[in-house]
């Protein structure tokens, strides 16, 4: 079992930004490819950006695309996600996942989502 604890949520201004983390408890966290994935009030979860195992490559939601930036320390067994000129739309509970392939098939882990509210 691999337990994900997100920080750096809160509250900030339209154009400002932030940076979200999440610690995972696993000692082979450079397995697992990382993600980090929104929830708007009354809307889906959507996928906002992943990193490869390795970190050698990344893929972003477009609405994102040249504002946000993630990454991954394994030495840390930490993932971040640097959220720059944030918008009202970006508002949302975000959430790290973490995913494998093990014996049984993919496995995936959440953590419990830290809020992010951009507003004036």
């Known amino acids: 079992q691999v337990q994900l604890v997100e920080s750096g949520g809160g509250l900030v201004q339209p154009g400002g930004s932030l940076r979200l983390s999440c610690a995972a408890s696993?000692?082979?966290?450079?397995?697992?490819?990382m993600s980090w994935y929104r929830q708007a009030p009354e809307k889906e979860r959507e996928l906002v950006a992943s990193i490869t195992s390795p970190g050698t490559m990344t893929n972003y939601a477009g609405s994102v695309k040249g504002r946000f930036t993630i990454s991954r320390d394994n030495a840390k067994n930490t993932t971040y996600l640097q959220m720059n000129s944030l918008k009202p739309e970006d508002t949302a509970l975000y959430y790290c996942?973490?995913?494998?392939?093990?014996?049984?098939?993919?496995?995936?882990?959440w953590g419990q989502g830290t809020q992010v509210t951009v507003s004036s």
């Open positions: 996942n973490a995913r494998a392939l093990g014996s049984s098939g993919v496995v995936n882990y």
């Open positions: 696993t000692a082979t966290f450079r397995s697992y490819a």
